[in-house]
């Protein structure tokens, strides 16, 4: 059974940075695509990256392209977000999940596809 675990949420004004980090365990990270995902409060969950098992197919949503850039190390079973220039429409606890497939290449949507996900990391940008 494969377990994430996010880190590396916190409070940080705009413009600011942070990255976030989702740590896995149980099964070898690279036999996953990772997406990250995230919900603000009164609104559905969104997605806002994502990054195939080999690392070399990304996706990112329009909202977030430019500032955001996610990354995995497979030998350390762990994905990135690293989340620059940082809006308070980004405050919203995110999400990594994965996504068990055959082929190298990843999708944020639809998030039925994502097989495990973990509990989430509150960001909050406000000055």
């Known amino acids: 059974q494969l377990q994430l675990v996010e880190s590396g949420g916190g409070l940080v004004q705009p413009g600011g940075s942070l990255r976030l980090s989702c740590a896995a365990s149980?099964?070898?990270?690279?036999?996953?695509?990772i997406g990250w995902f995230r919900q603000a409060p009164g609104k559905e969950r969104e997605g806002v990256s994502c990054?195939?098992?080999?690392?070399?197919?990304?996706n990112y949503a329009d909202s977030v392209k430019g500032r955001f850039t996610i990354s995995r190390d497979n030998a350390k079973n762990t994905v990135y977000l690293q989340m620059n220039s940082l809006k308070p429409e980004d405050t919203a606890v995110y999400y990594c999940?994965?996504?068990?497939?055959?082929?190298?290449?990843?999708?944020?949507?639809?998030?039925?596809?994502?097989?495990?996900w973990g509990q989430g990391t509150q960001v909050t940008v406000s000055s």
């Open positions: 990054i195939s098992r080999s690392g070399r197919s990304i």
């Open positions: 149980g099964i070898a990270l690279d036999y996953f695509a």
């Open positions: 999940a994965a996504q068990q497939t055959l082929f190298d290449g990843c999708v944020l949507g639809p998030q039925t596809k994502y097989n495990y």
